[in-house]
């Protein structure tokens, strides 16, 4: 069975910073679209980031351009996502999926709670 396991997460004040990873079993992220997706209490889940590894391209919303990044370790097949300077609504839980996603793909997310 294929899991993509989100993980990472936690308290951090205003302004910290945390780098969630993105580990997967029975799965190679080969040449594979990875999206970082979140969802904050009492919201739809919504589309953050998204990395192309077959060609390194990235996408973010608008909402974290410029602070979030993404980096790679193929050896541990483990994809990461940089979160800088967070902000008080960066708080959500965090999944990582295929784009476009799979329902059987979803794991349990990570939280990252962001204190004003």
């Known amino acids: 069975d294929v899991q993509l396991q989100a993980s990472g997460g936690g308290l951090v004040q205003a302004g910290g910073s945390l780098r969630l990873s993105c580990t997967a079993s029975?799965?190679?992220?080969?040449?594979?679209?990875i999206g970082w997706f979140r969802q904050a209490p009492g919201k739809e889940r919504e589309g953050v980031s998204c990395f192309d590894l077959s060609d390194g391209s990235t996408f973010f919303a608008d909402s974290v351009k410029g602070r979030f990044t993404f980096s790679t370790d193929n050896a541990k097949n483990t994809v990461y996502l940089q979160t800088n300077s967070l902000k008080p609504e960066d708080t959500a839980v965090y999944y990582c999926?295929?784009?476009?996603?799979?329902?059987?793909?979803w794991g349990q997310g990570t939280l990252v709670t962001v204190s004003s």
């Open positions: 999926n295929v784009v476009p996603s799979r329902n059987d793909y």
């Open positions: 029975g799965f190679t992220f080969d040449d594979h679209v």
